[in-house]
Nanobody
Framework: QVQLVESGGGLVQAGGPLRLSCAAS????????MGWYRQAPGQQRELVAS??????TNYAESVKGRFAISRDARNTLYLQMNRLKPEDTAVYYC??????????????WGQGTQVTVSS
């Protein structure tokens, strides 16, 4: 069974940094794109950043220049968040669409990790 497990969330003061991690586990044959979404209370889930299998990145306008997405060879996904703002407060979710495993191809989501930025 494929699992995505996020870690690294917490409470941080405005202007500070935080780094999220997402570890993929299970009988994975291949993962191509991976990404981070976030959902604030009363808001729709939105894309924060994504990265392709060959390292191309894409960011929401609201986080460009402050956040950096990366991944390692074991498909651990990272989100380095700098100069955090109170409006970055949300539950952050890791996602990996079209993961190939022994049971077929499915989209996977992590359970989410809370990021709270105090002003």
């Amino acid at each position: 069974q494929v699992q995505l497990v996020e870690s690294g969330g917490g409470l941080v003061q405005a202007g500070g940094p935080l780094r999220l991690s997402c570890a993929a586990s299970g009988s994975i044959y291949s993962i191509n794109d991976m990404g981070w979404y976030r959902q604030a209370p009363g808001q729709q889930r939105e894309l924060v950043a994504s990265i392709t299998g060959d390292g191309r990145t894409n960011y929401a306008e609201s986080v460009k220049g402050r956040f950096a997405i990366s991944r390692d060879a074991r498909n651990t996904l990272y989100l380095q968040m700098n100069r955090l703002k109170p409006e970055d407060t949300a539950v952050y979710y890791c996602t990996a669409p079209a993961v190939q495993s022994h049971i077929g191809q499915y989209d996977y989501w992590g359970q989410g990790t809370q990021v709270t930025v105090s002003s």
